[in-house]
């Protein structure tokens, strides 16, 4: 049985290497996609598929992505879906060539890419577009939108599109649908104990990004807050630099941190929410139809994402369990004592929503976004 797998991965290896060597990169991606590199012929026929679809094509678009192709198991990024749907939406006018596995880069880079048009699109993280039009950086504002619904309610809300859109397309950008991965959580390193309350975050050293919004918010929180570079975030917690951290879920599963965490407790303060971005050049210089083609097959593939959450969620969930990790939900009278502690209601956070909503009224104009329901209903955890 052991020599039978040692023979089948053997093959994958070969046919994966055999139709990348052949420039068929995305085709290899595709077929191991679909699991069919184990068979010589039926990695073969998707090559001829692709290469088909690609010479029948009036227009080719590379879309690069900081994650493997197996990640929207537990993190939903959902890129093989956007090629089928942008290329069948197009009624194959587009050919999508992915990038997936941060061939290209991942985050702030991906978005210089997109927006010098080494590349036609791109998914990187909503902060990554806070450079281009800080009122995005808005969605870090603790319970503005931490809980998937606020923040779909309010990336498709007529307020985000009229305040945010048009300083986004001012830069270069077009946004072709906003991904939901789930908020952000408190994670403990293994040996530490449960934080329920933001009395427990008292000396706690919590790792944190860049971010000063976050940064304030761990304060307020009762934590330390201690800024350590995302590479350097595992070794800081296994060491116990950091006492803590705050990814979603499908994050901490995706990165390798299941073994070293022991609870995680869901507080719903910030969402972890990814954006397809595309060249707004090169998306304008597209027929209309094939323009059209596009933003359906985005949309299409955001209904997808948003069915997907809780599945990704359960799966992340289980592997994390499975090594040990207690996940800890709270009540709405738990959730309120970190609303009270660190929400955006404080004035500690009025200089914020000046700078970057522009007056307390807009403020209140996006506050009044993400409490509305819009049309997309999404799984809160």
């Known amino acids: 049985m052991n020599n039978d797998r040692k023979e089948l991965a053997s ?14 990169f995305t085709a290899a991606l595709v077929a191991g996609a679909g699991g069919v590199l184990w068979s010589s012929e039926a990695a073969a026929q998707t090559a001829k598929e692709e290469s088909e679809r690609e010479k029948a094509a009036d227009h080719v678009m590379t879309i690069a992505t900081a994650y493997v192709l197996g990640a929207s198991r537990s993190y939903p990024i959902m890129q093989l879906d956007l090629k089928e749907n942008i290329q069948n939406a197009t009624n194959g006018k587009v050919y999508v060539k992915l990038a997936p596995g941060g061939q290209l880069g991942a985050g702030g880079s991906l978005v210089q890419k997109v927006q010098g048009g080494t590349i036609q699109a791109a998914q990187h993280s909503l902060s990554n577009f806070a450079p281009f039009a800080s009122t995005v950086d808005l969605i870090n504002m603790p319970y503005l939108c931490g809980s998937n619904q606020r923040f779909t309610n309010l990336v498709h809300s007529d307020t985000w599109k009229n305040e945010v859109h048009p300083k986004v397309e001012a ?64 070794s800081a917690i296994k060491q116990g630099v950091a006492d803590a951290l705050d990814p979603s879920v499908g994050a901490l599963y995706v990165f390798g941190f299941k073994d070293i965490l022991s609870h995680v407790t869901f507080t719903q303060a910030v969402p972890d929410s990814q954006v397809y971005s595309c060249n707004l050049e090169w998306f304008n210089s597209m027929p209309a139809d094939v323009q059209e083609g596009i933003m359906w097959g985005a949309e299409m593939t955001s209904h997808q994402n948003l069915s997907k959450v809780p599945s990704a969620r359960a799966y992340a969930m289980a592997e994390l369990n499975k090594a040990g990790v207690e996940f800890h939900s709270l009540s709405s009278d738990q959730l309120a004592e970190w609303q009270d502690a660190g929400g955006y209601q404080n004035s500690e956070w009025d200089p914020f929503k000046m700078e970057l909503a522009g007056s307390m009224d807009n403020f209140e104009k996006l506050v009044e976004a993400a409490g509305t329901q819009g049309k997309y209903y999404v799984h809160d955890a």
Do not use: C
């Open 171 to 234: 830069a270069g950008f077009k946004a072709l649908f906003y991904v939901v991965i789930d908020p952000r959580v408190v994670a403990v390193r293994q040996g530490g104990n449960a934080i329920i309350t933001p009395s427990d975050m008292s000396g706690v050293k919590f790792r944190v990004p860049g971010s000063k919004m976050l940064q304030q918010y761990y304060r307020m929180a009762g934590a330390n807050p201690t800024p350590v570079a995302w590479g350097e975030t595992p």
């Open 11 to 24: 093959t994958e290896r070969r046919n994966f290497l055999k139709l990348s060597a052949g420039g068929a």
